[in-house]
């Protein structure tokens, strides 16, 4: 089973519509990161998320850490064709003393 | 400021032959190093880590081996390759364990 859960797996949405991506599980997590990797590259960090209810903004992305440091959110408002890519969450779970990734989401944005 | 480089970028090889991806940090000491697998659009599978040379810690029992010569210098192994060992290998470091992981370009391997 997977640690982190992330949902939808797959999304494709028009340019400038807005968009949330979640990140899921039953563990606690002491923080979050999450990537972005696009199509044959290592996935570049965005963002760590570290304090329960904690919420990060870069630019039009908004990242948010659940109250229990169980889940977080990632919002892009008015995405743009340059937001595609693969969107992968990663945490270190209290029992585990590496990262694990969750399976990821995939985003289209078309133009 | 600190770079990672990884080669080769794309390899095609037969089943049975043997396997070497290099990876290369510059621009820090000591740091902590990894092997990632990625299947197609995908989450990440640790393969192994390594918190200083000549230690590795393996987290898949499987047909692939690493090791680190050097402080900054990274090394994925294979004997006789495998068609499951096809993917996108990939290699990060960190400055600590659980911390904020770093990637290279990618190797893509393809097993024939």
């Known amino acids: 089973t997977q640690l982190l859960e992330q949902s939808p797996q797959f999304l494709s949405i028009q340019e400038g519509e807005n968009l949330t991506v979640y990140c899921n599980s039953s563990?606690?997590?002491?923080?979050l990161q999450w990537y972005r990797q696009e199509p044959g590259e290592g996935p570049v960090l965005l963002v760590t998320v570290v304090t329960g209810g904690e919420v990060k903004k870069l630019k039009r992305l908004t990242f948010q850490f659940g109250d229990a440091r169980k889940d977080s959110s990632l919002h892009i408002t008015a995405a743009q064709p340059g937001d595609t890519g693969l969107y992968l969450c990663?945490?270190?779970?209290?029992?585990?003393?590496?990262?694990?990734f969750g399976s990821g989401t995939q985003l289209t944005v078309l133009p | 400021s600190q770079t990672i480089h990884q080669w080769p970028a794309t390899l095609v090889q037969p089943v049975g032959s043997p396997l070497s991806l290099e990876c290369t940090v510059e621009g820090t000491s000591n740091p902590n190093l990894y092997w990632y697998r990625q299947a197609a659009g995908r989450g990440l599978q640790l393969l192994f880590y390594s918190v200083g040379i000549g230690q590795i810690s393996s987290e898949v029992p499987q047909n692939l081996s690493a090791s680190r010569p050097q402080d900054r210098q990274f090394i994925l192994s294979s004997k006789k390759l495998l068609l499951s060992d096809s993917g996108f290998y990939l290699c990060?470091?960190?400055?600590?364990?659980?911390?904020?992981?770093?990637f290279g370009e990618g190797s893509r391997l393809t097993v024939l």
């Open positions: 990663a945490g270190p779970p209290r029992s585990a003393r590496q990262l694990t």
């Open positions: 563990s606690v997590f002491s923080s």
């Open positions: 990060a470091w960190s400055v600590m364990n659980t911390g904020e992981l770093f």
